[in-house]
T-cell receptor, first 111, second 116 residues
Framework: GENVEQHPSTLSVQEGDSAVIKCTYS??????FPWYKQELGKRPQLIID?????GEKKDQRIAVTLNKTAKHFSLHITETQPEDSAVYFC??????????FGTGTRLKVLA | DADVTQTPRNRITKTGKRIMLECSQT?????MYWYRQDPGLGLQLIYY???????NKGEISDGYSVSRQAQAKFSLSLESAIPNQTALYFC???????????????FGEGSRLTVL
C-alpha cells in the first residue's frame, strides 16, 4: 500500500545551524507534498508544500526539494531559531485530497 | 475567525463504551477528515468525506464509524471502545475549490481519548 517514510525521528541542532528532514514515498502517482509543523500541544499547521511539477520551493528560511525519480523530498530549515522546535510531518497525496503522513520528526533547537 | 471545532477536547471512558467525537467547521470547506495521532506513528487517516453523501475509509477504519450530518459536521464513533484506541484524534477540513489554499488541511485542536 501507500507509504511515506520519514527520517530522522528526532533531530537536535544548535541555534543558527541548518536542519534537514527527509521523506520517501512509495506511490509514484503522488503529486502533492505538504509539510506540517506541530508545536507542543497544538494542532498541525501547513508550513510549505510542493507539487510534482516543481523541483524546489523556498519561503524565507524554509525550503523543500523534490526528486521524483528517487521518490524523495526534503525539508530544509536554515538559521534555526528556538521557535522552530516542534514536530514536523511530511505527507504525500495524489491530487489534494487523501494524504499519507510520515511518522514525524521532533526537532529541538538548542540555544 | 473561521475555524474547525472538536468536542469533547478530553474524554476518559471504559472498555466497551460507545463514544462519539464531534467536529464542526465554519470554513465552508467541502472535505472533512478524521485522523488519529499516536506517538511515533504520525497521523493516520481513519475516514474522509468529500461531501455529505460521500464517505470513504482511510488506513485504519476498523473499529470506527463516521457520520456526515451536514457539510459542516462530521462525527466519529467508537461503537465499543478498547484500550488501544487511546489516542489523540484530529478532525481536519480542506476544500476542492481550486483557490490558492486548495488542498491545505486545517486541523481542529484535537480530542484526547483515554480508554481504560
Amino acid at each position: 500500500g501507500e507509504n511515506v517514510e520519514q527520517h530522522p525521528s528526532t533531530l537536535s541542532v544548535q541555534e543558527g545551524d541548518s536542519a534537514v528532514i527527509k521523506c520517501t514515498y512509495s506511490d509514484s502517482a503522488s503529486n502533492y507534498f505538504p509539510w506540517y509543523k506541530q508545536e507542543l500541544g497544538k494542532r498541525p499547521q501547513l508550513i510549505i508544500d510542493i507539487r510534482s511539477n516543481v523541483g524546489e520551493k523556498k519561503d524565507q528560511r524554509i525550503a523543500v526539494t523534490l526528486n521524483k525519480t528517487a521518490k524523495h523530498f526534503s525539508l530544509h530549515i536554515t538559521e534555526t531559531q528556538p521557535e522552530d522546535s516542534a514536530v514536523y510531518f511530511c505527507a504525500a497525496s495524489k491530487g489534494t485530497y487523501k494524504y499519507i503522513f510520515g511518522t514525524g520528526t521532533r526537532l529541538k533547537v538548542l540555544a | 475567525d473561521a475555524d474547525v471545532t472538536q468536542t469533547p477536547r478530553n474524554r476518559i471512558t471504559k472498555t466497551g463504551k460507545r463514544i462519539m467525537l464531534e467536529c464542526s467547521q465554519t470554513k465552508g470547506h467541502d472535505r472533512m477528515y478524521w485522523y488519529r495521532q499516536d506517538p511515533g506513528l504520525g497521523l493516520q487517516l481513519i475516514y474522509y468525506s468529500f461531501d455529505v453523501k460521500d464517505i470513504n475509509k482511510g488506513e485504519i477504519s476498523d473499529g470506527y464509524s463516521v457520520s456526515r450530518q451536514a457539510q459542516a459536521k462530521f462525527s466519529l464513533s467508537l461503537e465499543s471502545a478498547i484500550p488501544n484506541q487511546t489516542a489523540l484524534y484530529f478532525c481536519a477540513t480542506s476544500d476542492s475549490y481550486g483557490g490558492p489554499n486548495t488542498g491545505e488541511l486545517f486541523f481542529g485542536e484535537g480530542s484526547r481519548l483515554t480508554v481504560l
